[in-house]
Structures are given as C-alpha cells and as structure tokens.
C-alpha cells in the first residue's frame, strides 16, 4: 500500500499516489535525481531526499534525489521519502506517510517482487547484516525530516559499519584504549594513561543543539584553535572530540545562542572536558557564555592540577578569538548585515574548525546593521549565519552569499579544500 503495485483498488483514477521507489527506479522515472551509493567503495553518504511532487520544483535543493539505491549486496535497496502531498496525497499506507521508506528486490533475473523493508522517522535506521557477504553490516540512519518548509526533504546517511569487535578500531596510537560500540558500529577510543597530552571534550546537547558552539585555544600560541565544535544537529546526543596536544594554558570558551545554557530548562546537556586523565572544565548551567582556563605556558610537565588552575568567567565576551592571523593576506571578506535579537556568524575551515566566529546581541544590536571584514588564507571555508533581518558576504570584492529572514543556520561553502597550514 506504499505504491500503486502490489495492491487493488476499485476507484478508477484514485487514490492518487505513486508507485514505490523500486517501482520508480525500474521505470526510469525520475532518472536525472537518482543516486547510487556501493557502500564497500563508499564509507559514508549523506543526502536529502524530496518528495515525488516536487521532482520539477525549482526551489530544489542542489544535489537532492528523489530515489537512492543501495548496491553491492544480494538485494538492491530503494530509499525514498514518501511525503504525502500532489501525485502521491493520497497515499494509502498510513503508517509510512511523510517518513523515509526502504524496499528491496533481489538482483537475480528472477526477482521482480519489490518489498517494503522499512518505515522510518526521525532518527530512525534500518540496518543490512553481512553486506556484500562480508562480516560488516550498513546502517541507513533518517537524520532529519523536515516538515515545515515549503519544499519539506529528508536528510539520510548511509554508514557501512566499521568494526564488529575492539580489533576492528585500532587506531595505532598508544594514548587511547579503543572499543567497538556493536549497537552503531561504530569506534570508540578513549584516552588512557599512556600519553599525557590527550584532551577530550565530551558534550551532551539539549533540546535545541544548532544554538551551542565551542572552540578551544592555546592561549600560548595566538589563541590556535586545537579543538572546536558547534551547529550540532541532533538533539539529546553525545559528541565526543579529542587531541594530543603538548603542555600550555588552554581556555574552552562555549556559547549558547539564545543565552539560555544548555541545561536544564531545555533539557540536561552538559560539557566534560578532560586533559592527562584529569577533568578540568564540567558544566551546562550558564547564560550565553563560559569560559574556564588550565595550565599555564611554562608548563614543565602535562599533569594539571584543577582544582588550582580551573576558572569560570561566566561573564566573559562571547566573542571567540580566531586563529593566528595569516601572514599574508591571500582571500579578502567583507560581511554587511542588519542584526536581529540572536544574530550570530561564523568562518569554519571543514566542518569543525571555527576560525573567525561572533554571537548574541552582546555584540551586535537588533535592528543595526554592521560591516565585518578580515584576511583569511586561501582555502576552503564554511559560512554560516543564523538569525540576521538580511545579510551580504563578499569575497575578494565579489558578492558570494546574501539573504534575508534568516532564522535558521544558512550555511554556503566556498573555496577549495585542502590541508590548512599552522
């Protein structure tokens, strides 16, 4: 009942609905928004999908797909979103409306029977044992649906599973202890005694995660970001980052863009951060910012001592340093902005490397419009900006990104990746 095939019905030209993704993909319909992952080539895929009545929809994400197929196994598996709206709104299976579906048919000549595998919500996943006859199994994971835009999509991730036992995560460093989580298939590695220069900052989100964002510098060397993280997606989730790093004074500076924390009126988030197999900064309860600070730059030894080096300035600016500023001056920007109550923006490098970043009405006044500009090097960065009545990015004298309304991250990549120079 999730597509025409496979069921009666007596009306004639109803219900209106669609045949089912493995249906579709058979056809040839839809062909210019196929996707094909191989998930022994292809460790991880992540994408959107949109609905069959939005295959000609202008405003299309780039890059979205109507139907992505699964191969390498046995059996071809077919995901789609199954939003009920236009030719599919009346779509007669009930439980599997506006949720991202899985169907399969084997790959012999023989198999011609497509069946529903799956029917999932948010945070919903379907996993294949042994794919592709080996002792690994893939994990298709619905990340996000999203309902209440006008081009509604599904966000989903496709993940061949890394390990089945602790041997499978050996990552050949001495510091960490590794282990396989059997449930995600996922690693592990967690610090242990052996290097006394591990750092690890375990985060626990609340209720709305894309407000939270974190860096943390080496206050010895420019304020050089060693770790960082922000703009998280999933809501009452764990995140985990760690580094080796040498002895200094580091500061974890973590902000809250609506200046509420992240516990414990939105649920109990909470921050644990660890160096040389000692906590030195664990919170969640604060307003906008907070800043704790250990070590220090004549640091003779890594062993910290937090109960003496640990403070909390509460108060402290929520602006977040950037890097050691570039030598030369290789890509120029210029942002021009009208602020609205929570305006807040960011360059990373990669996903989670925040070079230049700024928050809150503490910096900027509702209703003001601002200039921003700086020196970047050359390279790939992610632009993201949240809550401004309109905004204008300009690279190097040319407009690359503008807006208005924003409310929820807007984010634009821009440059060309590559390793970035210390």
């Known amino acids: 009942m999730s597509g025409m095939m496979g069921y009666s019905y007596l009306g004639d030209g109803r219900p209106i609905m669609c045949f089912n993704t493995a249906k ?13 992952v191989n998930p022994l080539n292809t460790n991880f895929w992540e994408g959107d999908l949109i609905g069959y009545s939005d295959y000609q929809n202008s405003a299309s994400p780039e890059g979205s797909s109507i139907i992505l197929k699964i191969e390498g196994h046995n059996k071809n598996y077919f995901v789609g979103f199954n939003r009920k709206a236009g030719i599919n709104s009346q779509n007669q299976q009930s439980d599997a409306m506006n949720k991202v579906t899985v169907h399969s048919v084997g790959t012999t000549t023989t198999s011609v029977s497509s069946e529903l595998e799956a029917k999932l919500s948010i945070g919903g996943s379907f996993v294949i044992p042994f794919f592709g ?12 649906i999203d309902m209440s835009v006008d081009l509604a999509f599904a966000r989903v991730s496709v993940t061949y599973m890394q390990c089945t036992s602790d041997t499978d995560c050996d990552d050949g460093s001495s510091c960490t202890t590794n282990a396989c989580n059997l449930s995600t298939g996922t690693c592990i590695h967690a610090p242990n005694d052996h290097c006394s220069g591990f750092m690890e900052m375990i985060l626990l989100t609340d209720k709305f995660p894309a407000e939270t964002s974190w860096t943390i510098i080496d206050n010895c060397k420019n304020d050089e970001v060693v770790l960082s993280g922000g703009f998280y997606k999933n809501k009452f989730a764990t995140y985990t980052d760690s580094a080796n790093v040498p002895p200094s004074q580091y500061t974890l ?24 197999d000692e906590t030195v900064a664990i919170g969640g309860k604060f307003g906008k910012s907070e800043e704790h600070t250990w070590g220090s730059c004549e640091a003779a030894s890594p062993t910290v001592s937090p109960a003496a080096s640990l403070t909390v300035s509460p108060t402290a600016s929520p602006t977040v340093s950037p890097t050691a500023s570039p030598t030369t001056c290789e890509m120029t920007y210029e942002l021009t902005f009208k602020a609205a109550a929570l305006t807040s923006w960011e360059f990373a490098y990669g996903e989670n490397v925040s070079l ?5 009405s503490e910096v900027y006044q509702p209703g003001s419009t601002y200039t921003e500009s700086g020196c970047l090097k050359s390279n790939c960065y992610h632009f993201v900006i ?9 690279f190097d004298g040319a407009e690359f990104a503008s807006g208005e309304q924003i409310e929820d991250p807007e984010v634009s990549l821009y440059g060309t990746c590559r390793p970035i120079e210390s």
């Not at 006859?133 to 996000?144: G, I, R, W």
């Open 24 to 36: 579709n993909w058979e056809l040839g319909w839809y062909e210019d928004k196929h996707e094909i």
């Open 133 to 144: 006859d080996t002792d690994h199994s893939v994990l298709v994971q619905v990340e996000n």
């Open 253 to 276: 500076k973590i902000q809250d863009t609506y200046g509420d924390g992240i516990c414990c009126g939105q649920g109990s988030g909470s921050f644990h951060v660890k160096f040389a």
């Open 356 to 360: 230049v970043s700024h928050y809150s």
């Open 386 to 394: 949240k809550d401004a009545e309109s905004y204008s990015l300009v």
